[in-house]
């Protein structure tokens, strides 16, 4: 039977991939430092400690808590807006209104035309919600009744992933690379394992580092703790 290590620092569970047994060192990516195993085998986990650390939410975070949980909610507005809103105008003012628009000024339905507009509707529609997500968009992550649901959008529409509070089990912080021509840009999300079910992303456009990990953290001591 395997023995669960916590970290001596935050108490959260550490992952088996973050243990090297072989160096005798387990590191928390919660706290991003590296602890003796045997300091880990001994810690108290962060649901037995009777002190909780009080968590100060970074700049656009705003955290408020309620009777039966909490939420968590993020803006996803950022300045290259000033530049997807005239953009996006452009592209889908100019594409649509030539392709479709004519159409239906004319009064005439062009089979082919509408084919080959298909792919520049698509564009357009995806430049819109992100144009408007970088506007005035939210990101909620909260907790009521039981259920624990991420909820991404503006102006009342959202798009939500949700699971029953009990079969959330852990949550750690990811990141990924992607190239470009001449830089690199590297984007960071929470990810939750849920019992049962589809595992859960939480994923901003631009979150910096340190909000991802603030998150992280606040989210797996409250569920370490079952609230």
Same mark, same amino acid.
């Given at each position: ?140 992550? #909260? ?54 079910? #589809? ?29």
């Amino acid at each position: 039977m395997s023995v669960e290590l916590h970290c001596p620092d935050c108490g959260l569970p550490i992952q088996a991939a973050d243990i090297a047994p072989a160096q005798g060192v387990a590191v928390c990516r919660f706290c991003e430092k590296p602890f003796p195993l045997a300091a880990c085998q001994t810690a108290v986990p962060f649901a037995d400690r009777n002190i909780v650390p009080v968590m100060t939410p970074p700049k656009g975070v705003d955290l408020t808590e309620t009777m039966d949980g909490f939420r968590l909610s993020l803006s996803t507005r950022s300045c290259i807006a000033f530049f997807l809103v005239p953009f996006t105008l452009a592209w889908a003012g100019g594409s649509l209104g030539g392709i479709y628009g004519t159409q239906i000024a004319e009064g005439k339905f062009n089979w082919v035309m509408s084919l080959f507009g298909l792919p520049f509707l698509v564009g357009s529609v995806f430049l819109i919600g992100l144009t408007i997500m970088t506007v005035a968009g939210r990101v909620i992550v #909260e907790l009521a009744n039981g259920r624990f649901a991420i909820r991404a959008g503006a102006f009342g529409i959202y798009r939500t992933q949700s699971a029953d509070w009990t079969s959330v089990r852990s949550c750690r912080l990811t990141e990924a690379t992607r190239r470009g021509r001449n830089s690199y840009h590297t984007s960071f999300q929470v990810e939750f394992e849920v019992d049962g079910g #589809e595992d859960l992303k939480l994923s901003v456009t631009g979150m910096e580092r340190e909000t991802a990990l603030w998150i992280a953290r606040f989210l797996a001591g409250r569920i370490q703790r079952g609230r």
